[in-house]
């Protein structure tokens, strides 16, 4: 099994990055995609999350909007639009994938290797 995470940068307050996440080596289509992320110092942190069958995506608190994700089965793909980003949105970000709904990282049982968002002021 593996996530692939792709997509980091750097970027100026305000600007937009869209992150992908490609999946392989199972079969995902009963299984919740997420969205973390990692700053340092700090705890891992719930992002979004979608059912790759469709049916909901979640959202982290701070997201107010600015979030957006999104999946291509056909590419077995999973986006995380970000826009308005803000300095504090700095941080190392995850795809993980579980079997259930949660926003709670250490319940995720698979990961990918994180891509570096950085966001500047």
């Known amino acids: 099994v593996q996530l692939q995470a792709s997509g980091g940068g750097l970027v100026q307050a305000g600007g937009s990055l869209r992150l992908s996440c490609v999946a392989s080596g199972r079969t995902f289509v009963s299984y919740v995609m997420g969205w973390f992320r990692q700053a340092p110092g700090k705890e891992r942190e719930f992002v979004a999350s979608i059912r790759w069958s469709g049916g909901y995506a979640d959202y982290g608190d701070f997201v107010k909007g600015r979030f957006a994700i999104s999946r291509d089965n056909a590419k077995n793909t999973v986006y995380l639009q970000m826009n308005s980003l803000k300095p504090e949105d700095t941080a190392v970000y995850y795809c993980?994938?579980?079997?259930?709904?949660?926003?709670?990282?250490?319940?995720?049982?698979?990961w990918g290797q994180g891509t570096q968002v950085t966001v500047s002021s």
């Open positions: 993980a994938a579980d079997g259930s709904r949660s926003v709670d990282w250490r319940e995720y049982d698979y």
